[in-house]
Nanobody, 123 residues
Framework: QVQLVESGGGLVQAGDSLRLSCAAS????????MAWFRQAPGKEREFVAA????????YYADAVKGRFAISRDNAKNTVYMQMNSLKPEDTAVYYC????????????????WGQGTQVTVSS
């Protein structure tokens, strides 16, 4: 049984930093693209960042490029996202997801999801 468990969310002020973690079990972690999505109230779930199993090059949404950094530790079956210079518009529930698809920005291509962790950025 595959499980993805996120942690690290919280309430911070604009300009602060947070580090999200996602611990995976029940899958061959090194063979999956791992990604972060987010969903704000009243909005669709959107792609934030991804780390492909087949490439060391990370992928980012334009809205977070230069502020967020995704990384993975295959030995620990864990993916991280360092979030710096947080803005109020980053407020959302952040989800970890795993995929074997080559198409990484669409949520429909992800096989497994975590339960989400809330990030709230106050102005």
């Amino acid at each position: 049984q595959v499980q993805l468990v996120e942690s690290g969310g919280g309430l911070v002020q604009a300009g602060d930093s947070l580090r999200l973690s996602c611990a995976a079990s029940g899958l061959t972690f090194s063979m999956y693209t791992m990604a972060w999505f987010r969903q704000a109230p009243g909005k669709e779930r959107e792609f934030v960042a991804a780390s492909k199993w087949s490439s060391s090059t990370p992928y980012y949404a334009d809205a977070v490029k230069g502020r967020f950094a995704i990384s993975r530790d295959n030995a620990k079956n864990t993916v991280y996202m360092q979030m710096n210079s947080l803005k109020p518009e980053d407020t959302a529930v952040y989800y970890c997801a795993a995929s074997r698809s080559w198409v990484i920005v669409s949520a429909r291509n992800y096989d497994y999801w975590g339960q989400g962790t809330q990030v709230t950025v106050s102005s």
